[in-house]
């Protein structure tokens, strides 16, 4: 059974840092992208960043970008989202994905986790 946990989230004064983790199990993910997506109370989910399997390729979105790190680690299967310079409008729920295909679009990823929140405080 393929599990994804996040953790990491909590609440944090505008400007400070979290660092997210998601561990995968149930299978090998090294030949899958991963990413993560957030979705704020009255919003819908949205693209925030995106590591390939291949090569490791990260994109990020322009809202993040310059403060948000994606990185992973197939040895633990686990990726990982460092936040920094946090901002009120990055609060949210953040889930992490994996998926063949992958992107910037939620449809390409098959496994999700349950989400874990950031807020951020200003």
């Known amino acids: 059974q393929v599990q994804l946990v996040e953790s990491g989230g909590g609440l944090v004064d505008a400007g400070g840092s979290l660092r997210l983790s998601c561990a995968a199990s149930?299978?090998?993910?090294?030949?899958?992208?991963m990413g993560w997506f957030r979705q704020a109370p009255g919003k819908e989910r949205e693209f925030v960043a995106s590591?390939?399997?291949?090569?490791?390729?990260?994109y990020l979105s322009d809202s993040v970008k310059g403060r948000f790190t994606i990185s992973r680690n197939d040895a633990k299967n686990t990726i990982y989202l460092q936040m920094n310079n946090l901002k009120p409008e990055d609060t949210a729920i953040y889930y992490c994905?994996?998926?063949?295909?992958?992107?910037?679009?939620?449809?390409?990823?098959?496994?999700w986790g349950q989400g874990t929140q950031v807020t951020v405080s200003s």
């Open positions: 149930g299978r090998t993910f090294s030949r899958y992208d």
């Open positions: 994905a994996v998926g063949l295909v992958g992107g910037k679009l939620s449809r390409g990823y098959d496994y």
């Open positions: 590591i390939t399997w291949n090569f490791g390729i990260t």
